[in-house]
Nanobody
Framework: QVQLVESGGGLVQPGGSLRLSCAASGFTFSSYVMSWYRQAPGKERELVAT????????NYLDSVKGRFTISRDNAKNTVYLQMNSLKPEDTAVYYCNAVHYRTRYWGQGTQVTVSS
């Protein structure tokens, strides 16, 4: 069956870094546009970063530009989110998302907490 399994979240101090991973299975990963979303308590889920194919230009939420980098490895069916210079306002549950036309899959989410 289809699975998107996120990992790499945790507690980090402001200014620190984390690398999130999302391992996909059960579908043709290379055909899907991959994205990371996040949802903070009391807020709507927002799109953080999107990548279509390896080497393509990625799109980012303005507030994370220059700090976050999305990448994908189609050989490993995995998408990554490298997060640097983390801020308390980056605290949220981060979700992996896969889209191909009208088909959309979500991961279960991984918690990222930025606090001193």
């Amino acid at each position: 069956q289809v699975q998107l399994v996120e990992s790499g979240g945790g507690l980090v101090q402001p200014g620190g870094s984390l690398r999130l991973s999302c391992a996909a299975s059960g579908f043709t990963f290379s055909s899907y546009v991959m994205s990371w979303y996040r949802q903070a308590p009391g807020k709507e889920r927002e799109l953080v970063a999107t990548i279509a194919n390896p080497g393509d230009s990625a799109n980012y939420l303005d507030s994370v530009k220059g700090r976050f980098t999305i990448s994908r490895d189609n050989a490993k069916n995995t998408v990554y989110l490298q997060m640097n210079s983390l801020k308390p306002e980056d605290t949220a549950v981060y979700y992996c998302n896969a889209v191909h036309y009208r088909t959309r899959y979500w991961g279960q989410g991984t918690q990222v907490t930025v606090s001193s």
